[in-house]
Structures are given as C-alpha cells and as structure tokens.
C-alpha cells in the first residue's frame, strides 16, 4: 500500500469487489460444478491424471529421495500422505514434496502463453488441504483444481508471464502461489472477503530464480514452494489472519506493480471472461520429458529424420534459431558432466538424443546416458541463435522454432515448428493423456493399482469421499531410474 493509504477492513466482502481481486475473490466463493462445462470438467480430470501419473513417477528419483530425507528430518510427523511412499508428514511439507515429486522429471503440464505447471500446484495443497477439512467429495475436490487452473493461468497472463522467464523469474512460483491457495481456499469454504485475503497473503511469498535450471535441485521444489505457500495463505485467511487487499492492482508494493515492472502488466486479464473463458482448456500436456519450450525443437528433428531417412552419424551440423523466451530459457554452453536438471532444461541435450535415440523419454535423463560419448561429440555440433522476427509476430509465434541440419552428403534439411504436439494448437487428446498415464505407471507400479487409480480420477465426481484415491497414491512405488 501506499504510505498514506489508510487500512480499510473488509468483514462482509472485497475490498473493491469491481477490482481486479475482488472480482477473482468473489468468483471463487460463490463458482460451482454446474457452473463448469461438461467439456472443461472432463479436461480437468485428465490434467490431474497426467499430474497424479508425474508425482507416481517423480516420487522415487535419487533427488526426490534427498529431499524426502531433509524435509522430513526437519518438519517430523503428521498425517498427509506423501505420494509413493507409505509416510505421512505434516501439511506444509507433504505440499512441498508432493509438488516436488510432480515436478520431478518435467514431464507435467505447461500453461505457455504464462508458464507454470499447475498440476505441481494444485494436487498438493488440495490433498494437505484435504486431511484438515473433513472428508472431501470427488466432486469438491475437482472444483478445486478448476479454481487453482484458472486462478494460476489468468494471474500469469496479467503479468505478461513468458516477459518473467526472460528476466530471469522461475515464472510458474511467481504466480503458483495463487493457484494452490484459490484451490485450497475452495475446500476450506472461504467466502469473498477470505479469498481477498489468501490472494493477498499468497502474492507476498512468491518468487524463485531461474538460475535453477543449470544445475540445482531446488529447480524441482520451485512450484513445491509454491504449493505450500499457497495451502499456508489459504489456512491463514480461514483462521482470520489477513493478507493484502486489493492485492493485484496496488500501485506501490502490489503484486503486478512490483513483478511486471517494465513489461506492462494488465490487471483486466485475471477477470475478463471469468466464468465463461476457461483457461483449463489451454493447459499443455507434455509429450517428451524435457521443459516444455524445446518440444519444438524435438519435434523439428523427429520430422526431419522422418522425411529424410537419415541418422545422427550423416550429421555435420545443427542449427536452432528461437524466439527470445526459448532462447533464453534453454541455450547456453554446457560444461560437462551435465546434471540431470540441466539436460532437461538444455536445448542441446533434447536435440542430440532426439537424433541419436528417436524419443526424449525418462530413460534419456539417467546419468549414464547423459554422460554417453556419443552425446557430447553430437552436442558439440548443435548451436542456436535468438531470432528476434519471431518475437516481432507476436505472443502467437511464442514457440516457433527452426531446425537446419547440414549433412555429410551435402544436403541441408530445414524445419519450422510453430506448435509442437502437446501444445495449445495442437494438444493431446483426452485418451493419450491416458495413453501417457499407463506408460509412465507400468514403470514404478503394478497394473491392478493404476487401473484403480485411473478410475478414481477420472470418476471423481463420483466419490463421496477421496480418502480411497488418496489412500492408493500413498502407497509406495518402484524407483523409475532403479
């Protein structure tokens, strides 16, 4: 707030119910399941899915492992079920590492015109949530991923999200915070006046560094925080304790004021058409294992190798010409050995193993395979530059990636990507998201379980109390790289 702005108390609703944040506050108390499509409904469930498929395989990695170990050994015991292990921790830290475990293998979702992953937000804080509100039907429960869907995706598209990779912001904990407190907010009952505040307590825990993609770990946990972060903001507007009013469009100290610094935030995009624009539809599902902004790149190669029947061994050369996000985002000169982090976020990585193996899956991202000769003698033929005409287009050639490969026999092959499969113009459908599910379960857990947990999922409307689902993701799983 501005210094000389007074405190103004809101008991009976939003501070300014026709500003951006209370309008977003008001819809959330007050939206139901009959306010949803059937069509938005059914994606919905497939996105917790595919979220629900990256935390069963994320659960067990080396680094998942790690952090289990450190976070238990400072948050102890509780009642939450951490994903694939058969332990319970508290709330706070089974949001933190149930979101990690999503985010394990970046294999989950992607909003691109803001990016975040909403799924590593929004399936933790609703399972901590859930353990200390009674029981949950299927059907609350998916209200509440709806709310942290469009709360995430439309609080990101206000503060120009893809401008906060280029600066260096991890874009998704930016905003994430707000997506795990509207859906944690949905099952803690608040009403208008107590979302204004978990909005408000929410936007002043955000940020993260994307310095983390070279080599940290903590890449992983980014949206982990956020996830806790966003389930603490929502239990603390439940017991009374107020959070910063009217928290989008302050103009000193506020939420877009402070973070879009420079770039033109838009505070009218987190309600224009809320309730009849469903950003859920426009939420990505990735399909290669690999951070979402060089799919196109990957899928410029497997098209070329395609079309024109050769091998990496015919390769002299590979040029990738991107837009400034992807750029940024995913080029730079490795030092070898690379981190798996650092291999999943690097485009050079994507684009040799993409040649060399014919699919970026999790089996590309095992040490040994990373450290392959054969790798690092194609990466050293791989470079990129930015093309900034792209940029020139327009957020819709966000993703325009252009792949030239000169070959020992003289010819030079070229391919432009605009969309990569699995994204927004061209997305995966509803049944190879569950196509993705049961690849990615057969490999830390038996059939019988994953069938079960499909069905829950994709019936949840039907359960009168989650604690079944719940119940079956706690289990342990296999380790996916054993």
């Excluded at 929410?202 to 996830?227: I, N, V």
């Excluded at 989008?248 to 995009?269: I, K, M, N, Q, V």
């Excluded at 290669?288 to 990496?312: I, K, Q």
């Excluded at 026999?409 to 070229?414: A, F, L, P």
Aim: aromatic share 8%; net charge negative.
């Amino acid at each position: 707030m501005k210094p000389t702005e007074a405190m103004v108390t809101h008991p009976e609703g939003p501070t300014d119910p026709d500003g951006p944040t209370g309008r977003l506050a008001t819809w959330l108390a007050h939206v139901t399941l009959d306010d949803i499509p059937d069509r938005v409904r059914t994606r919905a469930r497939h996105l917790l899915l595919d979220g629900i498929a990256c935390a069963l395989i994320g659960a067990q990695l080396p680094w998942s492992r790690r952090a289990v170990a450190a976070v238990l050994a400072m948050e102890g015991t509780g009642d939450v079920p951490l994903i694939g292990w058969g332990r319970t921790t508290s709330g706070p830290a089974a949001a933190l590492l149930n979101g990690t475990f999503i985010q394990g293998f970046e294999l989950d979702d992607y909003f691109a015109r803001a990016p975040l992953h909403s799924a590593s937000l929004v399936v933790p804080s609703l399972l901590s949530t859930a353990r200390q509100s009674g029981p949950v039907t299927g059907g609350r429960f998916l209200l509440g991923a709806i709310a942290g869907f469009e709360t995430g995706t439309r609080v990101g598209l206000a503060l120009n999200g893809p401008e906060m990779l280029s600066r260096g912001w991890h874009s998704g904990p930016v905003f994430g915070t707000h997506t795990a407190a509207a859906a944690s907010g949905v099952l803690r009952g608040l009403d208008a006046a107590g979302f204004e505040d978990a909005l408000g307590l929410a936007a002043t825990q955000s940020g993260g560094l994307m310095a983390a993609q070279f080599e940290a770990m903590s890449k992983r946990m980014q949206h982990g925080f956020a996830a806790r972060n966003g389930f603490y903001a929502a239990g603390l507007a439940a017991a009374g304790y107020t959070g910063i009013d009217r928290v989008f469009e302050r103009e000193y100290g506020g939420f877009l004021s402070t973070f879009g610094e420079g770039h033109d935030p838009d505070a009218s995009r987190i309600f224009a058409g809320l309730g009849e624009v469903w950003h859920t539809e426009g939420i990505s599902i990735k399909a290669h294992a690999a951070n979402g902004a060089l799919h196109p790149a990957v899928d410029a190669v497997l098209a070329l190798v395609r079309d024109h029947g050769f091998t990496a061994s015919d390769v002299v050369r590979v040029h990738v010409a991107a837009p400034h996000a992807i750029y940024h985002h995913g080029w730079w000169r490795p030092e070898r050995p690379l981190t798996t982090i650092g291999a999943q976020m690097f485009l050079g990585y994507a684009v040799a193993v993409a040649l060399l193996d014919g699919h970026v899956r999790p089996e590309q991202f095992a040490p040994s395979r990373i450290d392959s000769d054969d790798v690092w003698e194609l990466i050293d033929r791989v470079d990129a530059t930015l093309d900034d005409s792209f940029d020139k287009e327009g957020p819709e050639a966000r993703f325009s990636t252009r792949v030239r490969i000169t070959l020992r026999d003289g010819r030079e092959v070229e391919r432009l990507v605009r969309q990569p499969h699995g994204g927004p113009d061209d997305p995966l459908t509803n049944e190879e998201i569950a196509d993705k599910y049961r690849a990615l379960t057969a490999r830390v857990m038996d059939a019988g379980r994953a069938d079960a947990v499909e069905a829950a999922v994709l019936g949840l409307e039907d359960l009168d109390d989650i604690a079944a689902l719940t119940d079956l993701l706690a289990a342990p799983v296999r380790g996916a790289l054993d």
